[in-house]
């Protein structure tokens, strides 16, 4: 049988056409957003493992992945808030810049036959650091006007949240084949959420929608082809590469989206709206890059 919502990319284009058609939800809008958030991440974090993860025996690993999602990624997010002259604009960047990679990078990195194991211990450690590093880095950059307590709070729901829950859901029988069910729905019950809600503001200022289509297209694949050249030129094992190429791109916009639908308006939730298009295309993308190295093993230099 034909499950079309078990297509993550076909989810999210789903809900934000029929969220921009519709306007979205009539209330309750933020609420549906969190629920829908909390709901994909604690199935989506079923696919990672926190026991037996030892910091240091996977140093090189986590510091690479580390320092592509937050040095290389969000440093380039980080100088987008920068150059942004719209206060909300800048605020949904950083947002962006603080929190921790998409779950996504797990099925991507299988696709692309690189090291699994690795991107679910550096995932796994990102995502307890992400508790910390959301709200740190937010009032670090942003500074005055946002609430430490709540975020710091929203942050704890609806990052620690989705462990806790995962950790059950991880020993069910069945997770594994509902999770594709339940992300994919999720998704597009909290794209349609957003999309519906910023709807007027990002008709009414095409200007902007432009600018960040090509911030957008900037971050996915302009930053990953270059690091996919420099990483090829540099004849590092495939398994590094894919690393690279990986954890520089995915971040999780959905909770990014409602975080900033949380304490900020509804202008700074466009640069994850968009981002998220650009997102979905370069996951497709991804697979051809790769291929055109032809077979290799993750632990050879592909």
Do not use: C
């Amino acid at each position: 049988m034909i499950r079309p919502w078990r297509s993550f990319p076909l989810m999210v284009s789903s809900g934000l056409i029929v969220g921009l058609a519709t306007g979205g939800y009539p209330a309750f809008s933020r609420e549906i957003s969190q629920i829908a958030l909390v709901v994909a991440m604690s199935f989506s974090l079923t696919e990672i493992g926190f026991s037996g993860i030892s910091p240091t025996s996977e140093a090189r690993g986590f510091l690479l992945s580390l320092g592509m999602s937050y040095g290389v990624l969000s440093g380039l997010l980080l100088a987008f808030a920068i150059l942004s002259p719209d206060p909300s604009v800048r605020e949904g960047w950083v947002l962006m810049a603080a929190v921790p990679p998409a779950i996504a990078v797990i099925p991507v990195t299988s696709l692309l036959r690189g090291d699994v194991r690795r991107a679910l211990i550096s995932l796994a450690l990102l995502y307890l650091l992400g508790i910390a590093l959301v709200p740190g880095i937010t009032l670090a950059v942003i500074g005055r006007g946002v609430p430490v307590d709540a975020l710091f709070l929203q942050t704890l729901v609806l990052i620690g949240v989705p462990i806790l829950v995962s950790r059950p859901l991880r020993r069910w029988h069945r997770t594994a084949e509902i999770r594709p069910d339940a992300v994919g729905l999720s998704f597009f019950f909290l794209v349609l959420a957003i999309a519906g809600s910023t709807r007027d503001t990002l008709f009414g200022a095409p200007d902007l929608l432009v600018s960040l289509s090509a911030a957008s297209f900037l971050r996915t694949f302009g930053l990953g082809i270059a690091l996919y050249a420099i990483t090829r030129g540099l004849g590092l094992p495939r398994r590094d590469q894919v690393t690279a190429a990986t954890f520089s791109s995915f971040k999780n916009l959905g909770l990014t989206v409602v975080l900033a639908f949380s304490f900020f308006d509804q202008k700074a939730t466009l640069p994850s709206i968009v981002s998220l298009v650009f997102e979905v295309l370069w996951l497709a993308a991804l697979p051809y890059l790769f291929r055109a190295r032809g077979p290799g093993s993750p632990d050879g230099p592909g």
